[in-house]
């Protein structure tokens, strides 16, 4: 029976990473441990979640003495066997001059508002073979049933109520309500559905309105959409047509025949909700506000990609495809080059001269000609050119400055979808010109 007794507090400079940590290749030092959490396993951003809500008091770190140097005594000292990235991310809190050189402004300006924490609750196991039982619980997966159990996407939606899945989960109610779905048969389709849901083109096709993050409307007479909800259920049941499986441009794909569906009215209509209001005094009491869902890709539009299809340039519909298709949150920086990369190349297609930036490509006069107005009109899209252009050159060449505001970056490229779609349409007419 592995040993331990809990310490309800250790000194935090009296605790260190552990140097064989099977997150990484052993280390030699605890600088050299800080430097691979810091760049492989995310510690800014759990150090920013410690400083918003405290400590998590649901986990405590896992302890076993180190052993003193030969001819000493002294076994006051601890290698945390388990909590590495949490004590990483409070050591940099605590002293953001042991952050790696890139990070280190970062975590200084995190630090401001920061009370360091000089010990934590820990359990002390006797040795590291002590230990071992336990992080194999906890890290080596259900086990048949004695480790971990992960919640699965629908039960993730449960706890929270909200998040990427949460409308998908709405349609499915819909549907398993109108005997469409049964509640087994939609065990492990939400993920599938969320993939399909969160698409605009599949939207606009089965005429549903994802802009509340909290209620799925509808765009099409409740006639139609009951109809393409039935196709649609039918095709995700038998899983050739809709699964989990199939990319961005293959629900486009998909999208497009669902329209083709017969005995369509044709019709759209102002969005509306797809569950009718319940009554008042009903007993079902008002919901909280909550704040406005993080955009979580670049919005893919239509349009765009069908006037990328006209142009014919691999590479502007490679970059549109990439920039819409990965995850905002977790990949902004990236993005944001990707984003800098598109107009760079569109601009180059549309007679952009090396020597000139796209900003300044898209002169007032340009865009006063490509239809755009004059004066405070054009500001809204100055504006977005140069956040795009700063996010791109930053994230590129600056040691530390990058973006890191997925919202914005998304609002920007839907301010300036107009000044594409003109660009596209003027690379197009300069390539067909004899």
Not at 352 to 379: E, P, W
Request: with cysteine; hydrophobic share 35%; net charge positive.
């Amino acid at each position: 029976m592995p040993q331990y007794r809990d310490i309800p507090a250790v000194p935090v400079n009296q605790i260190f990473l552990h140097l064989f940590n099977p997150r990484f290749e052993p280390v030699e030092t605890e600088a050299e441990a800080i430097n691979r959490l810091c760049t492989r396993e995310n510690v800014y951003p759990l150090a920013a979640d410690i400083v918003e809500l405290g400590i998590n008091p649901l986990e405590r770190v896992a302890l076993f003495p180190l052993q003193p140097a030969k001819g000493k005594k002294d076994r006051t000292s601890y290698v945390a066997a388990e909590g590495n990235r949490r004590l990483c991310a409070i050591k940099l809190l605590n002293d953001p001059d042991l952050a790696p050189t890139k990070l280190r402004a970062a975590f200084k300006e995190l630090a401001e508002e920061w009370k360091p924490v000089r010990t934590l609750p820990a359990v002390l196991f006797e040795d590291e073979a002590d230990v071992r039982v336990w992080l194999q619980r906890i890290h080596g997966g259900e086990q048949g049933g004695i480790g971990r159990r992960r919640w699965n996407a629908e039960q993730q939606q449960r706890f929270s109520g909200g998040g990427r899945n949460k409308l998908a989960a709405e349609f499915l109610d819909y549907a398993q309500e109108r005997k469409l779905i049964t509640a087994e048969q939609r065990k492990g389709k939400l993920t599938t559905v969320q993939r399909f849901v969160e698409k605009e083109s599949f939207r606009e096709a089965i005429g549903l309105d994802g802009s509340d993050p909290d209620h799925l409307k509808l765009t099409r007479p409740k006639e139609d959409f009951e109809k393409l909800t039935k196709v649609f259920i039918a095709d995700l049941l038998k899983g050739k047509d809709v699964n989990s499986r199939m990319n961005k441009p293959e629900i486009l794909d998909y999208a497009r025949g669902l329209t083709a569906t017969k005995n369509l009215s044709g019709q759209r209509t102002p969005p509306s909700p797809i569950k009718a209001p319940m009554p008042k005094g009903s007993g079902k009491k008002k919901k909280a506000p909550t704040p406005p869902q993080q955009a979580p890709f670049i919005r893919y539009e239509l349009e765009i990609a069908d006037a990328l299809e006209r142009l014919g340039v691999h590479k502007l519909q490679s970059l549109y495809h990439s920039i819409t298709n990965v995850d905002l949150p977790p990949n902004t920086p990236l993005i944001a080059v990707g984003v800098w990369s598109f107009f760079e190349t569109l601009t180059a297609c549309a007679g952009r001269d090396v020597g000139t930036d796209f900003s300044s490509f898209f002169s007032n006069q340009r865009l006063a000609n490509l239809g755009f107005g004059s004066g405070k009109a054009l500001t809204p899209l100055r504006t977005a050119l140069e956040h795009i252009r700063d996010y791109g050159n930053n994230t590129k060449h600056h040691n530390v400055a990058a973006v890191f505001n997925g919202d914005q970056l998304n609002n920007d490229m839907e301010t300036l979808k107009g000044v594409a779609l003109k660009t596209i349409q003027e690379a197009v007419n300069k390539n067909a010109a004899p």
